[in-house]
């Protein structure tokens, strides 16, 4: 089945710098790649996703790359601010039309005023 | 749109109860839901798979006669946790499908989650 590494566990920034979390899959016919933002406690929040007929996707502040040859995509957050401190995860599709979604290991990002 | 709506957000019972969670989607019809399990300061892992009207299929290593999964409508499905241990002790979260066209690769929509504790 589908395994999704993500990298880093933890990463702190100051206000304003930019956050880039990586995570590779293994299932080359994975097709649907979402983020989501997890604040303690709370539900996890879709933030971006993307799909993989494209290489790139913006929105605002965040961004996100896949790169199928290598198996890999990427969250990019530019001029971050306190508020974005939370528990980052990426996701990748499995084959077949089940639609669940297989998690990496989180990534903690403090953003430090 | 695309909520989610999971109860009880807590819940303490004793070992050897059984414990009901309710997710609901209440806005949209969901064919799909999907039962995911979170120790502290871990990831998301898959229980299984909710169909509406079919028996759920579980991920590997998680017992279907203690997790029992009932989808009997488009926007309800149920985990009950059956004579729960203490190690059973998690936050529980559903998820639903919103399905955009005939894909399935559409995002997942969270419910709250369920903090279940075991004494």
């Known amino acids: 089945g589908e395994n999704v590494e993500q990298h880093p566990s933890t990463l702190s920034v100051q206000e304003g710098d930019s956050a880039v979390i990586k995570c590779t899959y293994s299932?080359?016919?994975?097709?649907?790649f979402p983020w989501y933002k997890q604040e303690l406690g709370k539900r996890p929040q879709l933030i971006i996703d993307?799909?993989?007929?494209?290489g790139e996707k913006k929105d605002q502040r965040i961004a996100v790359t896949l790169n199928k040859t290598a198996k890999h995509f990427s969250l990019h957050i530019t001029e971050t601010q306190p508020e974005d401190s939370a528990v980052y995860f990426c996701?990748?599709?499995?084959?077949?039309?089940?639609?669940?979604?297989?998690f990496g290991q989180g990534t903690t990002l403090q953003v430090k005023p | 749109g695309a909520v989610v709506s999971q109860h009880p957000s807590r819940v303490i019972c004793k070992s050897g109860t059984s414990v009901k969670i309710e997710c609901r989607s209440l806005?949209?019809?969901?064919?799909?839901m999907f039962w995911y399990r979170q120790f502290p300061k871990q990831s998301l892992m898959l229980m299984a798979t909710?169909?509406?009207?079919?028996?759920?299929?579980?991920e590997q290593g998680v017992e279907k006669d203690k997790f029992l999964i009932n989808h009997a409508s488009l926007t309800l499905s149920t985990l009950t946790v059956t004579s729960a241990h203490p190690e059973d002790s998690s936050f529980y979260i559903c998820?639903?499908?919103?399905?955009?066209?005939?894909?399935?690769?559409?995002?997942?929509?969270f419910g709250n989650g369920t903090r279940l504790t075991v004494t």
């Open positions: 909710s169909n509406e009207g079919s028996k759920a299929t579980y």
């Open positions: 299932d080359s016919a994975s097709n649907y």
């Open positions: 998820s639903a499908l919103l399905r955009t066209g005939s894909s399935y690769n559409s995002p997942l929509h």
């Open positions: 996701a990748a599709s499995t084959t077949g039309n089940t639609g669940k979604l297989i």
């Open positions: 806005d949209f019809q969901a064919t799909t």
């Open positions: 993307i799909r993989s007929n494209v």
